[in-house]
């Protein structure tokens, strides 16, 4: 199959639409960039496993997240994964297949190396972590004055790309490597860009009173408030970690253009989902299924001389664009690659009838399923400038059991074009618009045939 180009996949995590500028500003002119994408659903786990399967996740089972999958959603994801999952396709391929992550478990399917927390931080960092927590549960003002970072599992982003770089210089082609980044994540690290301290701001303590779960309020005044005093505080070092990710990715593509690997790399970098930060009642998480979590970020390097399509795109277009990437470069035959992309959800954007398919006029889907108790469980639909949401959840309560705020109704409906704020819901002024986004989100819904779909739309 001749020189077949190495893939290089960063996900980013919890870095909101609106503060990737400082990763956009770091990406070239042979980039794509897809202003207007949207994730599948608001948890990392549904999200990864669609940019593997290019299937949304009541089509590929997995709908939660973490330690809260079931078994029913893994032996759903297990049947309808068989030859689709990215890292075996590839494999099949002949690519030499790395992760760098901390998540394990199933996702080390079709990795011939999952390097994992131990490997990332080493010991050192492990020995750093808990001396640093065991300082924090001591004295928080020693702890602060250890570190201007919260103690964390995470390695930062320039850590983990410089090791990555040095793994990859060594490593037999072709590759494929997925790269894990956590700097926007909470607690969030600034470590190439610090935060300015706000002389101002709004007290954490007006934050706090009104967060009624326990565990939630802990975890926000003792790590997510790391060296903080407002609000503000808050949102700044969430901002110097977003510039510290475009920063590290800058000088990571920098160093592959010195070595060489990258003019026949094809990478795709994305975020999972955003992050709130006040809006609609919901702090420092991302458990609403409002604009800032579900508007992420999407771009592409492909090979010279390939191109790319269309205006509004999802993370379910990833998998079926870098086959279509790899099928135009030679790479697989059409035939596999036509065999594959028939089973996917997403869209392949190299192709001409991206034009017309991936407009702003096409419905994208996305949803979040409780995965903490008490949580809500909600699905949703955007099509052009009207967006739709309804909860699923039996028995719901009005205001959200951790942060004590209202983040949904029952049903909404929004512009989002005249509305980008999401304050006024149109869905008994607009009812006729609503029956047919909810009509959309109904049929994909009971389409996947997910025996916990079927269950939830039973009970709403």
């Known amino acids: 199959m001749g020189d077949r180009p190495n893939i290089i996949v960063i996900h980013v995590d919890a870095l909101r639409s609106d503060y990737a500028g400082y990763l956009a500003r770091a ?3 042979d980039w794509r960039i897809y202003e207007e994408t949207y994730t599948p659903l608001y948890g990392t786990d549904p999200v990864l496993t669609t940019v593997f399967t290019g299937l949304y996740p009541p089509m590929h089972g997995i709908i939660r997240h973490g330690p809260w999958v079931t078994k029913t959603e893994l032996m759903v994801f297990r049947l309808r994964s068989r030859g689709l999952w990215l890292p075996e396709v590839l494999h099949r391929l002949g690519y030499r297949t790395l992760a760098f992550d901390i998540l394990g478990g199933w996702r080390r399917r079709g990795f011939n190396e999952y390097i994992d927390l131990a490997t990332l931080l080493g010991i050192l960092g492990k020995a750093r972590f808990i001396a640093l927590y065991a300082l924090l549960c001591v004295s928080r003002r020693l702890a602060h004055m250890a570190s201007r970072n919260p103690p964390t599992i995470y390695p930062d982003a320039a850590s983990l790309l410089s090791k990555v ?48 779960d326990h565990e939630w309020r802990r975890y926000i005044a003792t790590l997510v408030a790391w060296r ?3 609000i503000e505080d808050i949102v700044e070092r969430y901002r110097a970690a977003a510039c510290s990710v475009g920063a590290a990715i800058e000088e990571f593509l920098n160093q592959l253009k010195d070595s060489g690997l990258y003019e026949n790399t094809i990478i795709v970098i994305y975020s999972d989902h955003g992050e709130s930060f006040g809006e609609h009642g919901a702090y420092f998480d991302h458990h609403t299924l409002h604009e800032e979590v579900v508007k992420s970020f999407l771009a592409f390097k492909p090979l010279a001389g390939q191109k790319l399509y269309g205006e509004r795109a999802g993370l379910v277009d990833v998998a079926p664009t870098l086959l279509g990437l790899l099928a135009s470069a030679g790479a697989m035959s059409s035939e596999e690659y036509r065999r594959l992309a028939r089973r996917m959800n997403g869209v392949d954007l190299s192709t001409e009838s991206a034009r017309q398919a991936a407009t702003a006029e096409r419905p994208l889907f996305f949803g979040m399923v409780a995965d903490k108790p008490g949580l809500d469980i909600l699905f949703g639909v955007v099509k052009g400038s009207m967006k739709y949401v309804e909860s699923f959840m039996k028995n719901r309560q009005a ?56 269950r939830l739309l039973g009970e709403a």
């Open 399 to 454: 205001r959200c059991p951790r942060c004590g705020a209202v983040h949904h109704s029952n049903r909404e409906l929004y512009n989002i074009v005249k509305d980008p704020k999401e304050e006024h819901n149109l869905a008994k002024e607009m009812p006729e618009e609503a029956a047919t986004l909810r009509q959309l989100l109904i049929k994909h819904l009971e389409a996947s045939r997910h025996p916990e779909i079927r």
């Open 27 to 29: 990406l070239g002119k």
């Open 228 to 230: 903080a005093t407002s």
């Open 165 to 212: 770089y040095n793994k990859l210089l060594e490593t037999r082609k072709p590759f494929m490597a997925f790269i894990h980044l956590w700097d926007t994540h909470t607690p969030y690290l600034a470590s190439q860009c610090s935060p300015s301290k706000k002389p101002h701001g709004t007290p954490l303590s007006k934050l706090l009173s009104r967060i009624e």
